[in-house]
């Protein structure tokens, strides 16, 4: 238990830091990858956590995924190479009293409930986190959920390229 | 390490990434702080779902990076015609609504 703790503490750290270089970060694309690194560190977290599955799903699909997307949509827009692109920040002050007040304003209403108290000491389920057990689950209670999130992703992927072509078909449209 | 240690740690990252969003000029800056936001909302669901010893958080965090997954595809996509369109990537020069 007392690794556990030193591991944690290690990893918030990591996590915190990493987080606050990817917003505060001049250079966008530095920032994606201070993301990824974030996003690692959490994925590090799930498995402390005992959620293996979720942890590699994290790292395949978000730090994998996502930031191959965001990194990929980057190099793709031409902008990069600008060199305003270097203020990047406006309003900070009113941005850092905004989401300092939401900081305490969560820790205050968790702080203050008496139900974070029972839920924190409930701890029973000893083969907690198998993927077996997980994926039972998943394939029995939420198979509707996960059949309409695959509809969702199509959707999505739909969208994406309709919003991605739609310039190229008007340019045609023009040139004609 | 608690429960507590970990909603901590959350509420944290959810802040860090609302002030990247609020602060952000660049569209896809706006982008990864809400990334940062939804890492910490199911960094606290996975927290909640161990200390209670369930599996149902797992799942619904597994919902939800599926879900963000969509959102990135679809928003980048959209920056890209954005950006296509009005040649610029800061959002506060996307006002042709502005009234």
Same mark, same amino acid.
């Given at each position: 238990m007392h690794w556990d703790n030193i591991i944690f503490f290690l990893l918030a750290t990591g996590l915190v830091s990493t987080s606050v270089a990817a917003v505060s970060s001049k250079r966008i694309l530095r920032s994606a990858i201070f993301l990824a690194i974030a996003l690692l560190f959490t994925a590090f977290v799930y498995l402390l956590l005992g959620a293996e599955l979720l942890a590699g799903i994290q790292?395949?699909?978000?730090?994998?995924?996502?930031?191959?997307?965001?990194?990929f949509a980057l190099l793709i827009s031409e902008k990069l190479g600008d060199q305003k692109l270097v203020e990047t920040h406006h309003g900070v002050i009113p941005a850092l009293?905004?989401?300092?007040?939401?900081?305490?304003?969560?820790l205050y209403f968790t702080w203050s409930s008496p139900r974070?108290?029972?839920?924190?000491?409930?701890?029973?389920?000893?083969?907690?986190?198998?993927?077996?057990?997980?994926?039972?689950?998943?394939?029995?209670?939420?198979?509707l959920p996960l059949e309409i999130l695959s509809v969702l992703l199509l959707?999505?992927?739909?969208?994406?390229?309709?919003?991605a072509r739609q310039e190229k078909t008007k340019g045609e449209e023009r040139e004609q | 390490?608690?429960?507590?240690?970990?909603?901590?740690?959350?509420?944290?990252?959810?802040? $860090?990434? !609302? &002030? @990247?969003?609020?602060?952000?000029?660049?569209? %896809?800056?706006?982008?990864?702080?809400?990334?940062?936001?939804?890492?910490?909302?199911?960094?606290?669901?996975?927290?909640?779902a161990w200390s209670m010893g369930v599996l149902t958080g797992q799942i $619904?965090? !597994? &919902? @939800?990076?599926?879900?963000?997954?969509?959102? %990135?595809?679809v928003g980048l996509a959209l920056f890209l015609l954005v950006e296509r369109l009005t040649n610029t990537v800061y959002a506060d020069k996307i006002d042709t609504m502005r009234g």
């Open positions: 790292i395949l699909l978000y730090a994998g995924g996502v930031i191959t997307l965001i990194i009293t905004a989401s300092l007040l939401v900081l305490f304003i969560l974070i108290e029972s839920l924190s000491n409930s701890r029973s389920l000893s083969e907690y986190g198998v993927s077996r057990t997980l994926s039972e689950v998943l394939f029995s209670t939420w198979v959707a999505a992927i739909i969208g994406a390229l309709v919003l | 390490m608690s429960l507590y240690h970990i909603l901590f740690l959350s509420f944290l990252v959810f802040s $860090i990434g !609302l &002030f @990247g969003v609020l602060s952000r000029r660049h569209v %896809v800056g706006i982008l990864i702080g809400i990334e940062l936001m939804f890492n910490a909302a199911n960094l606290a669901i996975v927290g909640i $619904i965090a !597994l &919902f @939800g990076i599926a879900i963000t997954a969509a959102e %990135v595809a």
